[in-house]
């Protein structure tokens, strides 16, 4: 027997509700994305017409996406997309999922940019460990007078990035694949260096939940979380323009460590940390 709207959303919502902590929002995201509609248009339509039928193969192909999700399978990858800053994002398997806190990254890259340059005019951009390149691609669409470099060692994620870039028409965004900055082409100089690099301790991550779905290659910081971010800075040193911007995006409590990284390779820098909404460190800056 067919089901209707409102019994199909509720018996999703049963079912989700020990895997996942937003079972009702997961339930109406995935019958919207079913239905080739938005969550908005979903939800109206659930108020007014709750008895409207589903037709047996929506209902089969919900039943589906509501099995995997129950199953633990983050919703972005389920979906396919991801919204970031401004923008919808294709994610896979292949990259970490976008989080809204490294939109502080995003909105800090943009200030020192546009403090330089109207739409970044002249500058060249470097984001490195660019994954799905949410930071890029929205970068270069804030910033089209600067060229944006997305750099990752994972030829995999640089696909996804690619067909991120090209389908939100980001066309001053080059990719490259490498490790850390030896991906930028030698003769390009940047004035912005943007990295959400893995910064998780190796140790913490067997414990972590985001580490049995999200690929180990954008988690794993080395002993103490800060081996990429070590290593890139000291890059820096012969690669940054003479007047430059550097922001690291770090976890809850890496601030110290992460400044005193910084200072010690660029003493004449000011360098200070970027709060979160929910006040934890979350991104250095160092500005030259
Ligand atoms: C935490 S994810 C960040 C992805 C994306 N920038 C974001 O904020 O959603 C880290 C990324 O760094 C990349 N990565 C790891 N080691 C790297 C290295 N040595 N050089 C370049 N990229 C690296 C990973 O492949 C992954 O895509």
Do not use: K
Request: glycine residues 8%; contains cysteine.
């Amino acid at each position: 027997m067919p089901d209707s709207i409102q019994t199909a959303l509720r018996a999703a919502e049963r079912r989700l509700t020990e895997s996942s902590p937003s079972a009702r929002t997961d339930a109406l995201l995935l019958l919207a994305h079913v239905l080739g509609v938005g969550r908005s248009v979903l939800e109206v339509e659930a108020l007014i017409h709750p008895d409207r039928l589903l037709d047996p193969e929506a209902l089969a192909r919900y039943e589906a996406l509501v099995a995997r999700r129950a199953g633990g399978e983050p919703l972005p990858y389920i979906l396919g997309r991801w919204a970031f800053f401004r923008h919808e994002f294709e994610v896979t398997p292949d990259v970490l999922i976008p989080r809204p806190e490294t939109e502080h990254l995003v909105e800090a890259g943009l200030a020192w940019a546009c403090e330089q340059a109207q739409d970044g005019a002249g500058l060249s951009v470097a984001d490195v460990g660019t994954g799905s390149g949410a930071i890029a691609v929205s970068l270069a669409l804030a910033l089209p007078g600067a060229a944006v470099y997305g750099l990752d060692v994972s030829p995999a994620a640089l696909a996804v990035a690619g067909r991120n870039a090209a389908r939100l028409g980001a066309a001053n965004l080059r990719l490259a694949q490498g490790d850390l900055l030896d991906a930028l082409p030698p003769a390009i100089v940047p004035d912005l260096i943007v990295a959400n690099l893995p910064y998780i301790p190796s140790a913490e991550l067997e414990s972590l939940a985001v580490a049995r779905s999200e690929p180990r290659l954008a988690l794993d910081g080395g002993p103490d979380g800060l081996a990429l971010i070590r290593r890139l800075v000291a890059q820096c040193v012969g690669r940054a323009a003479r007047r430059f911007c550097l922001l690291l995006e770090i976890a809850a409590g890496q601030g110290d460590a992460a400044s005193q990284i910084c200072r010690a390779h660029f003493p004449e820098a000011r360098v200070d940390v970027i709060n979160d909404y929910a006040g934890h460190d979350r991104v250095v800056r160092a500005v030259r």
